[in-house]
């Protein structure tokens, strides 16, 4: 396993927005990926990461709530209800963070790692998740959902508190 680069919007916002492929062979070369991902996600303090953040065009998504880590390989989501506002933030444009709207409650239908496919439901931070990760598959940043940017001075309030606990 290894920790792979991000890709930030600042250096390569080009990338970010272009569309991923289906992935079509699930090989040990995908285990890999897969297993990179999830340890670059936890390295990063991340809760998702899609295959673009890491400079792969597929259709690949990892996310770890505090539950362990999901593998979604060609996610899509299937269903969506209810609308909420929360604080989102996004490894690939750092020092940014915003109030976004998203649904409160989604239904995702993708495969694993050796191509079965599964189904979850989500709701609250998992599906805020799963719509930030999946977007970013078809080249959509968190940026495109913000309701409220935070200011300078929320952003260091945000961050002293970090450092209290």
Same mark, same amino acid.
């Given at each position: 396993m290894a920790i792979r680069n991000?890709? /930030?919007e600042d250096k390569d916002s080009e990338f970010l927005a272009k569309k991923c492929r289906p992935v079509e062979k699930f090989d040990r070369?995908? +285990?890999?990926?897969?297993?990179?991902? %999830?340890? /670059?996600? &936890?390295e990063a303090n991340g809760v998702g990461l899609a295959a673009i953040q890491v400079g792969v065009?597929?259709? @690949?998504v990892v996310i770890? @709530? %505090?539950? +362990? =880590? $999901?593998?979604?390989?060609?996610? =899509?989501?299937?269903?969506? *209800? %209810?609308?909420?506002? *929360?604080l989102e933030g996004c490894l690939s =444009?750092? %020092? $940014?963070?915003?109030? /976004? $709207?998203?649904? *409160? &409650?989604v239904k995702v239908r993708a495969q694993d790692r050796n191509g079965k496919p599964f189904e979850y439901e989500g709701d609250d931070l998992l599906? /805020?998740? *799963?719509?930030?990760?999946i977007d970013h598959l078809d080249g959509i940043l968190f940026l495109e959902h913000v309701v409220r940017m935070l200011s300078e001075e929320e952003l260091e309030k945000m961050s002293s508190h970090s450092e209290e606990q």
């Open positions: 991000i890709v /930030t070369r995908l +285990g890999e990926l897969l297993d990179d991902m %999830g340890e /670059t996600l &936890h065009l597929r259709r @690949i770890d @709530i %505090g539950d +362990g =880590v $999901k593998e979604l390989v060609n996610p =899509v989501v299937v269903e969506r *209800s %209810g609308e909420q506002e *929360s =444009v750092p %020092g $940014k963070w915003a109030i /976004t $709207k998203r649904p *409160s &409650h599906a /805020t998740v *799963s719509c930030h990760e």
